[in-house]
Every structure is written in structure tokens, then in C-alpha cells.
């Protein structure tokens, strides 16, 4: 009876990857995903993350007893066009501000089309008459729009994970309308921040020629309505802080913290990506050194950053990058007992990463552009509420619109978020404590149990 939910039918999640009860989940999605159906029950539809000699006319099934785990493999050709390239090199660095990043090939726009028709020929199999359904992200855009070609009624909700930029911007996508109208065979549309929303609202009036209703539903020039509204994506606070209360019982937190001699810890994690602002970030840490002499021997920086989109060249180009300004700035500041930045390309098990956001005084995110940004929520969710620390965020990820109590900053200068780093290593036990409280308000309010069911209710309703 996977996901039945009193006479209701069940909730089917669609994403592009399926994070099975036996793998981390490394991405923000995942993450979100994987604590929305666990506490709901459901079924998560979408690709195994194996690539087979055929993309796969079969759907793996699964279950965990709470959640059924429906899964198909991809070919090569499939996911090269269609994840690596269109989503990966075109989609992606658009919604992240990075024109100048977009490749755009017709043959990754058909590898795209091609498997969200794959998707939608066999999800069809697995939707039932009251069934709700919720697609996630980018890499599906059409596929509602797919569906109803199919005949299927059911309401249907898409959830973009990432920022929307203004329509003035989204237009440099060759066929852009083709694309982005389909968001209209949505009933619902969520998105971060009001600024995504406003974005949407704004291309759909000025580029489709679509009209708002009186009642906020933005209208086509077919006739099909579909809202647009804002749901600002949480994290399972109670159980992140939980878990990092625990951190003393692992062997590996002890091992970070005596390493540390002392020293105060500044905790960047993130997936190695160009939107997450690395390279300004070790150039701002780099900067702190340069004016700070004081501090050097007395803190320590720990980026924790594992790969990700390894087929895509500006991937591993970040990567070189990374690994010789860490070199560089080691080899300019280190002592024989002291290394400035501990750079890390190793993902870690949840339970370690709340314990390692714990002990260090400062969270530094400072992504370019993001969508929302889970790790900030989790590390403010993992403190000491008796000796927090502090985060410093880039005013550029959504999670800024909540976290006012954080130190916000421009991620391209330098010399502000040097700035913040030296206050945050400075600032008073009662400032952190005032400013970590307040926040943790926001998250305990706002977590990812209350997010799914705004949004699920927003949807049935
Ligand atoms: C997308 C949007 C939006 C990281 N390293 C490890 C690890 N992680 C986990 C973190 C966190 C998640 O991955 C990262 O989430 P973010 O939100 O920070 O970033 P994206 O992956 O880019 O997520 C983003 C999100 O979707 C949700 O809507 O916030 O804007 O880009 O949960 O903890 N997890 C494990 N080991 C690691 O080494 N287990």
C-alpha cells in the first residue's frame, strides 16, 4: 500500500535521478526529496543512474515498505544529449545567470525531448486515476505537457530547484517558447523566492502574451491556466540538529576537531560546481590571510566538495582550477605545523557532515546564483545553540530571502567577504547566540515536512 493516503491517491514524485535506500544522496533534491516521501510514503519515478546498452523499455521496481522506487536505465546516447547536454550545458548554466556558459546543440535539445517522451510513456503505466502528481526540476520541464498528450488529467505540479532569471535573459534560448510554454500544462508551478516567480509571471505576460486572472492565474492566449507561487524549499531541521548533537560519538568529528589544535574552523561544503562560487571564495579566504596576519596558525578553512558532472568540460575545468588555487595559497601561507585550507573532493555520510558544520565557528555559502542552498540551512540547523557559530551567505541564493540573520554578502567582492569572515571570527557569544536563534526560528517553522505539504495542498486543492 505504498503512499495511500486516506481514500486519496498517492503522491508520485518525478525527478530526473532516484536516490535508492541504499545510495547518499549528494544533491540538495535528493536530499529534499528523499525526507518528503519517507515521512508521506509515495512513489519516486525517474532514471537509475545506470547507463545500459539500451536505454531500458523496462521499469525496475522497488520498496522500502514506505516508498516504491520506480527506475529506468538510460543509454548512453540518451543521457549524453540529454543530461550532460541539454540540461547540464544549456539549461542549467541559463537558469544560473551564466549565458556566456550555454552551448546549445539541436542534437542535446532532441536527446532532451526524446527522454522526457521516455519518461512520460512509462510513467503513464504507473499513474492511477486519483493519483497527484509532482515532477521536479529542469530536466523535465515538458514532461507535463507530454502527459497530456497522453490523455492524462490528473493535477499536476512542477517544482523548479533552481533560481529563474528575469525573461530579458531567458530568451537568449534559441526556441525558447517552445520550451518554457509547456510550464502552462501545470496546474501548479513552484518556485524559491518571489523574485523566480515574478520572472515567470513576467515571460509568460511579455513573451506569450499570456494575462493574469484576477485570481493570480496566469492565463494563455489557448485558454489553459496554470499559478505560479512561491515555496521556499527547508531542511529536516529537528533531525539535522539531532544528528549533529550526536557528534561526539563519531570518531571521525573528534578526529577534525583535534586536528584543529585549537583553531577556529570555517566549513565551506558544496557540490563542485561553477555556480556555487569556489574560486571567489578561496579568493576572498585568501584575502583574509593577506590582511589578517594575526590569524594566520589560528584558523583553518575546510572545503568539502565533491564532483559532480564529470561529462561536462567546465566541470573538470573548475576542478583543475580549485585544486591549483589551493596549492597556490597553501604554498604562500603554510607553516611546517599549519595548513590554510584543507581541501576535500570526498562526499561524506549526513551524519558526519552535521557533526563537521558543529564544530566549525564559521559556515561560509557563497554561491553566485542558487536556487535556495540546503547546505546554509543545514549548517545553522547543526549548531551549538549554547556556542553557535556564524554563517556568512551570498545575498545571490534564495536562502538569503529567510536567513536575514546571517552575514550577507556579494560573493564577487573580494574584499566584503574577506570582511565578514574577520567579523564572524570576531563576533560575540551573545551576537551569535541572537542571531543563530532567530534564524533557527525561521527553519523550524519552515521545514521540509511543512514545504512539501504547502505544496501538495496548494496542488490537491
Ligand atoms: C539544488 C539547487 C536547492 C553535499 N555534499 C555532501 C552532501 N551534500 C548535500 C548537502 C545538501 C545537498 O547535498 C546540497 O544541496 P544544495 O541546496 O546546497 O545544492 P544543490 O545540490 O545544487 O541543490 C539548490 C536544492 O536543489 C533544493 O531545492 O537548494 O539551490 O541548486 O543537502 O548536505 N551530502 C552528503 N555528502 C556530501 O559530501 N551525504
Not at 515571460?203 to 499559478?227: K, N, W
Not at 561553477?274 to 583553518?300: I, M, N, W
Not at 555559502?365 to 540547523?381: C, F, H, I, Q, S
Not at 560575540?428 to 532567530?438: D, I, K, N, P, Q
Amino acid at each position: 500500500m505504498a503512499g495511500r493516503n486516506s481514500g486519496q491517491g498517492r503522491l508520485i514524485v518525478v525527478s530526473n535521478r532516484v536516490a535508492l535506500p541504499d545510495q547518499t544522496a549528494t544533491g540538495g533534491l535528493a536530499s529534499a526529496m528523499r525526507a518528503s516521501l519517507q515521512e508521506r510514503g509515495g512513489v519516486w519515478f525517474g532514471w537509475s543512474g545506470k547507463v545500459a546498452r539500451q536505454t531500458a523499455s523496462e521499469v525496475h521496481k522497488q520498496s522500502d515498505g514506505v516508498v516504491e522506487y520506480a527506475t529506468i536505465d538510460l543509454s548512453r546516447t540518451d543521457h549524453d544529449d540529454f543530461y550532460d547536454g541539454f540540461a547540464n550545458r544549456t539549461l542549467w548554466p541559463l537558469l544560473h545567470y551564466r549565458p556566456d556558459l550555454v552551448d546549445y546543440d539541436r542534437k542535446h535539445l532532441a536527446g532532451y525531448l526524446r527522454v522526457n517522451n521516455l519518461f512520460a510513456e512509462q510513467l503513464i503505466s504507473l499513474i492511477g486515476p486519483n493519483d497527484l502528481v509532482w515532477i521536479n526540476d529542469y530536466h523535465l520541464i515538458p514532461l507535463a505537457a507530454m502527459l497530456r498528450e497522453r490523455g492524462v488529467r490528473n493535477r499536476i505540479g512542477f517544482f523548479l530547484h533552481t533560481p529563474l532569471p528575469a525573461a530579458s535573459l531567458l530568451i537568449a534560448l534559441p526556441r525558447h517558447r517552445e520550451l518554457l510554454e509547456t510550464l502552462a500544462s501545470y496546474d501548479l508551478v513552484g518556485l524559491h523566492t518571489p523574485r523566480d516567480q515574478r520572472a515567470l509571471e513576467e515571460y509568460f505576460l511579455y513573451e506569450v502574451g499570456a494575462s493574469m486572472r484576477r485570481d493570480g492565474r496566469i492565463r494563455t492566449p489557448q485558454g489553459r491556466t496554470f499559478r505560479a507561487e512561491v515555496f521556499p524549499i527547508g531542511i529536516d531541521t529537528a533531525q539535522v540538529a539531532e544528528s549533529a548533537s550526536h557528534a561526539d560519538e563519531h570518531e571521525e568529528i573528534n578526529d577534525l576537531k583535534q586536528s584543529l589544535e585549537g583553531r577556529a574552523l570555517i566549513i565551506g561544503v558544496d557540490r563542485l560546481d561553477y555556480s556555487k562560487g569556489l574560486p571567489e571564495r578561496f579568493h576572498a579566504y585568501a584575502r583574509l590571510l593577506e590582511r589578517s596576519p594575526q590569524l594566520h596558525r589560528k584558523v583553518t578553512f575546510l572545503q568539502i566538495a565533491p564532483p559532480s558532472r564529470g561529462g561536462v568540460p567546465e566541470y573538470r575545468q573548475i576542478r583543475r582550477e580549485l585544486e591549483r588555487m589551493a596549492g597556490h595559497i597553501n604554498g604562500m601561507y603554510a607553516a611546517p605545523d599549519w595548513v590554510p585550507i584543507r581541501y576535500v573532493n570526498n562526499s561524506f555520510p549526513h551524519s558526519l557532515l552535521s557533526g563537521y558544520y558543529r564544530i566549525a565557528r564559521v559556515g561560509l555559502v557563497t554561491p553566485l546564483r542558487d536556487g535556495m542552498n540546503l547546505v546554509a540551512k543545514e549548517y545553522v540547523a547543526s549548531q551549538n545553540p549554547d556556542d553557535p557559530g556564524v554563517l556568512v551567505l551570498s545575498r545571490f541564493a534564495g536562502a538569503a530571502q529567510e536567513l536575514r540573520d546571517a552575514l550577507l554578502v556579494n560573493p564577487a567582492d573580494t574584499e566584503e567577504v574577506a570582511e565578514a569572515l574577520g567579523i564572524a571570527l570576531e563576533m560575540s557569544l551573545h551576537e551569535r547566540r541572537v542571531r543563530w536563534r532567530r534564524m533557527m526560528d525561521v527553519l523550524e517553522k519552515q521545514d521540509v515536512t511543512a514545504w512539501r505539504n504547502a505544496f501538495l495542498r496548494d496542488l490537491a486543492g
